[in-house]
């Protein structure tokens, strides 16, 4: 859409969002290709879900669809019987390209009123308090020069540009960037509710004998530190234990029919042991304690616009502590490997398990349906797919440990994708068989946890 178009609809959303009925809309932009279903879906899913949040961001989201948007817009709204306002957009797009210059913004130059009721003859001579003329109403513009001398002019800041902050090493760390994201809807999304969200914590210990699968010492330090943490960022924390496939997955479908409307995220822990399994999103499968795997596409699917129309447009955000697999990595040698880092003060195990090419009755309709394009979407594995994922029996996991610890120190001021790679990067220099943590990222926005 070219720059014409985009101020056009700017200057005209207040009364699209007053006037626009969307309902009728959807058919017709499909038809004529100027959205994807899942795009029409994110759309009826923004903010509260209601007509004028719909009509909004459909007015947003129309800048981005090509330089023929606004005129397919127009006969959209004719074929629905909006007359008026396809007829409000036409004369305003014609009047518009008739005389350009009209909408061509101002050249500003900045100006400091004066006291009100003050002329320059006022000002002409005086030395003194100035006194306003008894009236004379009209404002003077002044210089800054007559404001203050040269010497004494104060420094001028944008409120939107903070300055350098001492980052306590020495040096300093220029926030603007962090900043401008943070409070920039369109670059990060918004955690002001407070709660910000709900956040479910599956932390599965204990296995039945029948699994073959061995406890898991050391998981219930992993989900202290995490409901701890998650708390600490403003979200309602519960915590369900030692659940089976099925129970895991009620307990998924349960928080994802609660109405998160008045939130702005929901976060999803599992901590268990896992293994490969065939997928066409997101790969692996965590146990329930029976020895059931359910599937990490499955989990994240539970949570799509079709089931949890409540958390349409938010964040979802899930965290696996889990076994991809049963691969050993020995890693490489690297000059800067840190003895420290080799050896460990107590025998490691993994929460491996074996490659599981079926999932279980329960599971193999949602793992393969189709669904829509994900997104809001984060998803963070402990280790790479295939490979095992360490725990310390007594410290906790690798995975947990360091993101709990990075979380700490550096989630007041970094986005989530920054804090989750001083993850990978220290958890990847640990022990001496090997663990690299990584993501799968379909958010929208840069993440900041609420402080």
């Known amino acids: 859409m070219d720059e014409a178009d985009r101020q056009l609809l700017r200057r005209c959303r207040v009364r699209l969002v007053r006037e626009l009925q969307v309902a009728s809309l959807w058919d017709v932009l499909l038809s004529r290709q100027l959205f994807t279903p899942a795009m029409i879906e994110d759309i009826q899913h923004a903010g509260s879900g209601s007509r004028s949040d719909q009509a909004r961001q459909l007015v947003i989201d129309?800048?981005?669809?090509?330089?023929?948007a606004l005129p397919l817009f127009i006969s959209c709204l004719e074929?629905?019987?909006?007359?008026?306002?396809?007829s409000f957009l036409r004369m305003s797009r014609q009047a518009q390209k008739q005389n350009p210059e009209a909408v061509r913004p101002p050249n500003l130059m900045p100006v400091v009123l004066g006291p009100m009721g003050l002329t320059p003859e006022d000002l002409r001579g005086k030395t003194g308090p100035l006194k306003p003329t008894p009236g004379k109403l009209s404002p003077v513009v002044l210089g800054p020069e007559q404001l203050w001398p040269a010497k004494l002019r104060p420094e001028v800041l944008r409120?939107?540009?903070p300055r350098p902050v001492d980052s306590g090493s020495g040096r300093f760390s220029d926030v603007c960037a962090q900043e401008i994201s943070k409070q920039n809807p369109d670059l990060a999304y918004a955690l002001n509710a407070d709660p910000c969200g709900h956040c479910l914590i599956v932390n599965n210990v204990n296995f039945c004998l029948e699994s073959n699968l061995m406890a898991r010492t050391g998981s219930n330090i992993d989900c202290e530190k995490l409901q701890q943490r998650f708390r600490l960022l403003h979200f309602t924390v519960e915590v369900k234990c030692d659940l089976k496939?099925?129970?895991?997955?009620?307990?998924?479908?349960?928080?994802?029919?609660?109405?998160?409307?008045?939130?702005?995220?929901?976060?999803?822990?599992?901590?268990?042991?896992?293994?490969q399994a065939s997928h066409r999103q997101f790969p692996g499968a965590v146990?329930?304690?029976?020895?059931?795997?359910v599937s990490i596409e499955k989990i994240v699917n539970i949570f799509n616009g079709a089931s949890c129309p409540s958390l349409g447009g938010k964040p979802k955000l899930f965290f696996i502590q889990a076994c991809g697999g049963e691969q050993k990595d020995h890693g490489f040698e690297v000059a800067c490997a840190s003895p420290e880092d080799r050896t460990s003060g107590s025998d490691p195990e993994s929460d491996a398990a074996p490659f599981q090419e079926g999932l279980g009755p329960f599971d193999q309709p949602d793992a393969v349906s189709s669904l829509p394009t994900p997104s809001d979407i984060f998803v963070s594995y402990s280790t790479f797919p295939g490979f095992v994922s360490w725990r310390d029996t007594k410290r906790g996991s690798w995975y947990v440990e360091t993101l709990d610890g990075v979380f700490e120190q550096w989630a007041h001021s970094e986005d989530l994708q920054t804090l989750l790679l001083r993850v990978a990067n220290a958890v990847s220099q640990k022990g001496i068989y090997?663990?690299?943590?990584?993501?799968?990222?379909?958010?929208?926005?840069?993440?900041?946890?609420?402080?």
């Not at 496939?245 to 268990?272: I, P």
């Not at 146990?287 to 795997?293: E, L, V």
């Open 62 to 68: 129309l800048e981005t669809r090509g330089s023929q």
């Open 79 to 86: 074929d629905t019987d909006q007359d008026a306002l396809a």
């Open 159 to 161: 409120p939107e540009v």
């Open 245 to 275: 496939a099925k129970q895991m997955v009620q307990a998924l479908v349960e928080l994802a029919r609660r109405d998160h409307s008045g939130l702005d995220c929901c976060v999803v822990v599992v901590l268990s042991h896992g293994c």
């Open 287 to 293: 146990y329930g304690t029976d020895g059931c795997p």
């Open 434 to 451: 090997k663990q690299i943590p990584g993501y799968f990222n379909f958010l929208r926005k840069k993440l900041f946890f609420k402080m």
